[in-house]
């Protein structure tokens, strides 16, 4: 049970004692955990700092002192003793409140340790350290903690160095990183250590989550130093003739270019984040400033915390024009110089350590801006994925003798005027319902002072309001984020009306609530989730947004006049592919509500209903204006129960909804295949976008991106993850993860004995093996659907002898993927083609192929594709090269090609199915030329029956032979293949029992001797446990006896008259 406890600091913190141990008298220690004996325990802690960023648990190494506390009360807190050290390694203020309870340490398997300096890997390298170390682990009286990422946490001990204070700082320089099989346990006598040398990497000092920004809010910039330079005072700041003189009004006329970035809405609050950090320091209103970080600062030559007028370069402005029913304010004012003031806005400049926000990809160069920020900087322009340039400008406004003064500087004393009145509407949104009760949230929103401007739209934190709680009468409020639109701004004087921008906080400004209002709205900037949920370019299906933005926004962006009807999209891909989370994404980009809308609910019994549900649907879509309505599903509209025709009634109401419905409703129906949906369906939307499949960088993105909140081992290599995953999608991706997930549970639960909970604070680690588990378990199901691709374990070992044949192999298959440039000289061949005597392991060869190469293994046996039905057989050739190249890079192996592909005009069926089906073949290996990564292989006993079209260059253009081996050495090493896996007792010589062996013996007989050696063994042993002698728990073996019984039954399948025809048959494709 969990007791509450209280740090406090002691200046002088003993010696002895790690500095990042903590300390407890033993009187209360006991009250509160009785079961608990002995000088030094592992105690969870759960600090509950609110200034703090830490936020996680972890555990502590803790010292029982026998001095005594008076006055021992089970219902206090627990005093916990820490040093100064502790309190800035983990970031945590003295006197901070939380809860402790003891935790059993699991054993660890093997831990990485690296030292940061010289001494300390001398050190820790040396016998000292070894010994020291083999010493703490047999007494039992210590505890030995090691946490990945954070410093040696083990005690002092003098057998580890005489001097206390050195051994102190070596052990600070020495950093864990990585403990196997969980993140933090207890190191042991049977725990590998291993030593690194880390002097060159840029290893932090333990956890840092320090965080703080610097106290000074002021840094001198460039500009500063260059105006210092023309006048004779001895500091800027106080010169009272440079703020009034020409020269400032010649600083405050020039602009420069910025290079901005819209922050991804899940890192923007981001626990332990920088934004976080910063609205614990001071209440900035962070939808009006731009953060850079001090070098960048330098360079723009201003002040932290100044205000600067930014707009955007008119160039920008001309590429997107929106028209006045869909847009903020109106942009074509922004052109014309003299009408700029609708365009202008304040924003305040915020600086921020780049070494202390590491959570960031910081570049030097770049400022970060929130996507309200933008949205309202932009006039609704889409959100930009990558950086974008702005244009800023110092903003100097002269203040009355009367106004307070920040700074002597004019840069730092002008601030927007505060606004007298502000009217505001509720943008209607599908997310909430805006005629709520908001006096509450508005007052605690302006509490704080915030930048506002005519035709803005105001972000507002809801998630978890009490008031918005009880008002909502549908269950728990739970969207995070309410808009309120800017109607109109006033200020207190005719001077603060020439200002664009106002502050307003609820003592000087009066709010008014109008009526709500049809408004586009920014993506929230306070959801959490994983990155590919909220992303505005989700990894692996970023092509898809940009097709679906490309057609969404001309019908936003021109005149109502242009464009006769709505946009309508007709989306398609396999389940679970991410067609949702394109159309989220595009939606976001563009600032459109979205309606998500599963047509199984809208399916009725009758038509009548289901054609009153679905004009309710888009009536509510309509209601709320500019929205994206996403049909989930759109093949089950109008699709009968009893397997009659479709409902034409529910089609043809569907088909002209579509085309009456205004520019600002954006339909968007989603489909797994478009075979699904009729004619008329498909008529009715005016865009078809497709899915693509996934490559290979895309799954690797996406299982980076989705891993990220993943706890992975060291040896979890993302980039082979991603080659054996070819043909997954997106929800296969997730499976594949929260199955590995569940497999390292399994497996700790398998190997440690502990409640689940315990298991889960030491740190459960995603390791390898895990994912190998879980991507077998996914293969398996994967291999049940028809045609789903699957990479074969079948190694170069396997693979006895055929040493040449492997070399054709690989020279055409390996050697275009290990060698891309060879494409562009047309060094490529598509097909690749096995024949020789039945058993010379032509199936074998295709599959070590595609193992050794990473590649997807597709096998086809040729009699399964052809189909009695009219169009099936070609279409079955079709759906397998399409499986393929979503596969890719995928090897299609086609057995028995010659049932497949046999001489067109020799067939007897009445139909001509066969020679539709050469054609369709021919004409799809054709098409492999652009697609450069699917490799086709065909094996066949009768190469003198194919079609000849399919012998051509192009096609299957390399003929390789696979004969039997008959040579004594080859038939010995193909012996040795199989064997490789038997247990053979060594008395056995298998180069004797290949000289019994007769001489055109293939790879399928040699198995069957080595089938009927084993089942011989397996009676011998039966028969030794009958009689006593053997038990069944000995292991299987194979002698020499079992090999002569198997050879006296062994007959070749191939006879010598056969082989003479294959040879000849190996000529006539030679000579050619």
């Known amino acids: 049970?969990?007791?509450?406890?209280?740090?406090?600091?002691?200046?002088?913190?003993?010696?002895?004692?790690?500095?990042?141990?903590?300390?407890?008298?033993?009187?209360?220690?006991?009250?509160?955990?009785?079961?608990?004996?002995?000088?030094?325990?592992?105690?969870?802690?759960?600090?509950?700092?609110?200034?703090?960023?830490?936020?996680?648990?972890?555990?502590?190494?803790?010292?029982?002192?026998?001095?005594?506390?008076?006055?021992?009360?089970?219902?206090?807190?627990?005093?916990?003793?820490?040093?100064?050290?502790?309190?800035?390694?983990?970031?945590?203020?003295?006197?901070?409140?939380?809860?402790?309870?003891?935790?059993?340490?699991?054993?660890?398997?093997?831990?990485?340790?690296?030292?940061?300096?010289?001494?300390?890997?001398?050190?820790?390298?040396?016998?000292?350290?070894?010994?020291?170390?083999?010493?703490?682990?047999?007494?039992?009286?210590?505890?030995?903690?090691?946490?990945?990422?954070?410093?040696?946490?083990?005690?002092?001990?003098?057998?580890?160095?005489?001097?206390?204070?050195?051994?102190?700082?070596?052990?600070?320089?020495?950093?864990?990183?990585?403990?196997?099989?969980?993140?933090?346990g207890s190191i042991t006598m049977n725990t590998s250590v291993l030593v690194s040398d880390c002097r060159d990497l840029p290893i932090s000092t333990g956890v840092d989550m320090t965080g703080k920004l610097s106290s000074s809010s002021l840094f001198v910039s460039d500009f500063a130093q260059y105006a210092n330079s023309l006048t004779s005072s001895s500091s800027l700041l106080s010169s009272k003739v440079m703020i009034s003189s020409d020269f400032s009004t010649v600083i405050q006329a020039l602009e420069c270019r910025l290079d901005v970035r819209v922050l991804d809405v899940s890192r923007l609050y981001k626990p332990g984040g920088f934004l976080c950090r910063l609205l614990q320091i001071d209440n900035l209103d962070v939808d009006s400033v731009i953060f850079v970080n001090k070098s960048l600062l330098l360079k723009l030559g201003v002040f932290n915390g100044e205000w600067v007028v930014v707009f955007l370069p008119s160039d920008k402005v001309k590429s997107y024009l929106k028209s006045p029913a869909t847009q903020g304010p109106d942009l074509e004012e922004c052109v014309n110089p003299s009408k700029r003031r609708s365009c202008v806005h304040l924003v305040k400049i915020e600086a921020f350590d780049t070494v202390r926000h590491s959570d960031l990809d910081v570049n030097d160069n770049i400022g970060y801006i929130s996507p309200l920020q933008w949205f309202n900087l932009s006039g609704g322009m889409p959100v930009p994925v990558g950086n974008t340039t702005i244009k800023i400008k110092r903003w100097n406004k002269v203040l009355s003798p009367a106004a307070p003064q920040i700074s002597a500087s004019a840069c730092r004393s002008a601030a927007p005027p505060y606004a007298k009145e502000l009217h505001i509407e509720a943008v209607i949104s599908p997310e909430y319902n805006c005629h709520g009760v908001f006096e509450n949230l508005l007052h605690k929103h302006f509490s704080t002072a915030r930048l506002v401007q005519q035709g803005h739209v105001l972000g507002i934190p809801s998630q978890g309001h009490p008031d918005l709680v009880e008002h909502n009468?549908?269950?728990?409020?739970?969207?995070?984020?309410?808009?309120?639109?800017?109607?109109?701004?006033?200020?207190?004087?005719?001077?603060?009306?020439?200002?664009?921008?106002?502050?307003?906080?609820?003592?000087?400004?009066?709010?008014?609530?109008?009526?709500?209002?049809?408004?586009?709205?920014?993506?929230?900037?306070?959801?959490?989730?994983?990155?590919?949920?909220?992303?505005?370019?989700?990894?692996?299906?970023?092509?898809?947004?940009?097709k679906l933005l490309a057609i969404i926004q001309p019908h936003l962006s021109e005149s109502s006049f242009t464009f006769k009807r709505g946009c309508s999209v007709l989306l398609m891909g396999p389940n679970s592919c991410g067609k949702s989370t394109a159309v989220r994404a595009a939606s976001r980009r563009l600032h459109l509500h979205l309606i998500q809308v599963d047509c199984v609910t809208v399916c009725a019994d009758t038509a009548a209903a289901c054609e009153v549900k679905m004009k309710s649907v888009f009536e509510k879509a309509v209601l709320h204006h500019p929205c994206v309505l996403l049909l989930r599903h759109l093949e089950l509209l109008g699709q009968p129960r009893d397997g009659s025709e479709t409902d034409s009634r529910i089609i043809s109401s569907l088909c002209q909804i579509i085309t009456a419905l205004p520019a600002s409703l954006v339909v968007v129906g989603s489909v797994s295949s478009a075979r699904d949906l009729s004619s008329d369906v498909m008529t009715a939307f005016i865009h078809q976008v497709?899915?693509?499949?996934?490559?290979?960088?895309?799954?690797?993105?996406?299982?980076?991106?989705?891993?990220?909140?993943?706890?992975?081992?060291?040896?979890?290599?993302?980039?082979?993850?991603?080659?054996?995953?070819?043909?997954?999608?997106?929800?296969?991706?997730?499976?594949?993860?929260?199955?590995?997930?569940?497999?390292?549970?399994?497996?700790?639960?398998?190997?440690?004995?502990?409640?689940?909970?315990?298991?889960?604070?030491?740190?459960?680690?995603?390791?390898?093996?895990?994912?190998?588990?879980?991507?077998?378990?996914?293969?398996?199901?994967?291999?049940?659907?028809?045609?789903?691709?699957?990479?074969?374990?079948?190694?170069?070992?396997?693979?006895?002898?055929?040493?040449?044949?492997?070399?054709?192999?690989?020279?055409?298959?390996?050697?275009?993927?290990?060698?891309?440039?060879?494409?562009?000289?047309?060094?490529?061949?598509?097909?690749?083609?096995?024949?020789?005597?039945?058993?010379?392991?032509?199936?074998?060869?295709?599959?070590?192929?595609?193992?050794?190469?990473?590649?997807?293994?597709?096998?086809?046996?040729?009699?399964?594709?052809?189909?009695?039905?009219?169009?099936?057989?070609?279409?079955?050739?079709?759906?397998?090269?399409?499986?393929?190249?979503?596969?890719?890079?995928?090897?299609?192996?086609?057995?028995?090609?010659?049932?497949?592909?046999?001489?067109?005009?020799?067939?007897?069926?009445?139909?001509?199915?066969?020679?539709?089906?050469?054609?369709?073949?021919?004409?799809?290996?054709?098409?492999?030329?652009?697609?450069?990564?699917?490799?086709?292989?065909?094996?066949?006993?009768?190469?003198?029956?194919?079609?000849?079209?399919?012998?051509?260059?192009?096609?299957?253009?390399?003929?390789?032979y696979v004969g039997i081996s008959e040579d004594k050495e080859s038939q010995l090493q193909v012996l040795k293949a199989i064997l490789r896996k038997f247990k053979v007792d060594p008395s056995v010589c298998l180069s004797d029992v290949v000289d019994c062996c007769p001489s055109q013996l293939t790879g399928a007989d040699l198995y069957a001797l080595c089938s009927d050696a084993m089942m011989s063994a397996i009676k011998r042993k039966i028969s030794r446990i009958n009689e006593g002698v053997d038990s069944e728990s000995s292991a299987l073996t194979l002698c020499s006896q079992d090999f002569r019984q198997a050879l006296t039954g062994l007959t070749p399948s191939v006879s010598e008259q056969e082989l003479n025809r294959y040879k000849a048959i190996q000529q006539k494709f030679t000579a050619k």
């Open 690 to 960: 497709t899915v693509d499949s996934l490559t290979e960088d895309q799954r690797r993105m996406m299982l980076s991106s989705l891993s990220e909140d993943l706890p992975l081992g060291k040896d979890v290599n993302l980039a082979r993850i991603a080659k054996q995953t070819a043909g997954f999608v997106l929800g296969d991706i997730c499976a594949l993860l929260t199955g590995a997930g569940k497999a390292a549970h399994r497996r700790l639960l398998k190997t440690f004995e502990q409640d689940e909970e315990d298991l889960c604070v030491s740190g459960v680690k995603v390791l390898s093996d895990d994912f190998s588990t879980a991507l077998e378990a996914l293969q398996d199901a994967h291999s049940q659907a028809i045609g789903a691709p699957k990479i074969p374990s079948v190694r170069w070992q396997d693979v006895g002898g055929l040493q040449q044949v492997k070399k054709e192999i690989l020279d055409t298959i390996q050697l275009p993927l290990d060698h891309p440039e060879l494409l562009s000289l047309g060094l490529r061949r598509s097909g690749l083609l096995l024949y020789g005597p039945p058993g010379t392991g032509k199936t074998l060869l295709a599959k070590a192929v595609a193992t050794e190469c990473s590649m997807t293994f597709l096998s086809v046996k040729g009699p399964e594709l052809i189909n009695m039905y009219v169009g099936q057989s070609e279409e079955n050739i079709r759906e397998v090269f399409s499986k393929a190249r979503s596969a890719a890079p995928c090897i299609i192996f086609f057995d028995e090609l010659d049932s497949l592909a046999p001489n067109r005009g020799h067939t007897g069926d009445s139909g001509g199915v066969m020679d539709r089906v050469v054609s369709q073949l021919l004409a799809e290996l054709d098409g492999l030329h652009s697609s450069g990564d699917v490799f086709v292989i065909g094996a066949t006993n009768r190469p003198d029956l194919l079609d000849q079209s399919l012998l051509r260059p192009g096609r299957f253009d390399k003929l390789v």
């Open 473 to 546: 009468f549908e269950g728990i409020f739970r969207w995070p984020v309410l808009y309120f639109k800017v109607k109109q701004v006033s200020g207190f004087s005719e001077d603060d009306d020439e200002v664009p921008s106002y502050l307003a906080d609820s003592y000087h400004t009066s709010l008014y609530m109008g009526s709500p209002a049809h408004s586009p709205c920014p993506c929230s900037v306070l959801q959490k989730g994983v990155s590919v949920w909220t992303s505005l370019c989700p990894p692996g299906v970023s092509c898809t947004v940009e």
């Open 1 to 184: 049970m969990a007791a509450p406890m209280k740090l406090h600091c002691l200046d002088e913190f003993p010696s002895h004692i790690h500095p990042l141990h903590v300390l407890v008298n033993k009187s209360t220690f006991t009250q509160h955990f009785p079961n608990c004996n002995g000088p030094t325990h592992a105690l969870l802690f759960s600090p509950m700092d609110d200034q703090s960023s830490s936020k996680r648990r972890f555990v502590v190494c803790v010292h029982v002192t026998a001095e005594d506390e008076t006055n021992v009360n089970t219902h206090t807190c627990l005093n916990v003793y820490v040093s100064r050290c502790f309190l800035r390694h983990y970031d945590l203020n003295e006197h901070s409140h939380g809860s402790v309870r003891p935790q059993p340490l699991l054993p660890l398997k093997r831990i990485v340790i690296g030292a940061r300096t010289k001494q300390s890997f001398r050190w820790a390298s040396s016998e000292k350290f070894s010994s020291g170390l083999l010493v703490l682990t047999s007494c039992h009286t210590h505890t030995l903690l090691a946490r990945q990422g954070d410093v040696l946490l083990i005690p002092y001990h003098h057998s580890l160095g005489d001097d206390a204070a050195q051994v102190q700082q070596y052990l600070s320089d020495v950093m864990v990183l990585e403990c196997t099989p969980v993140s933090q």
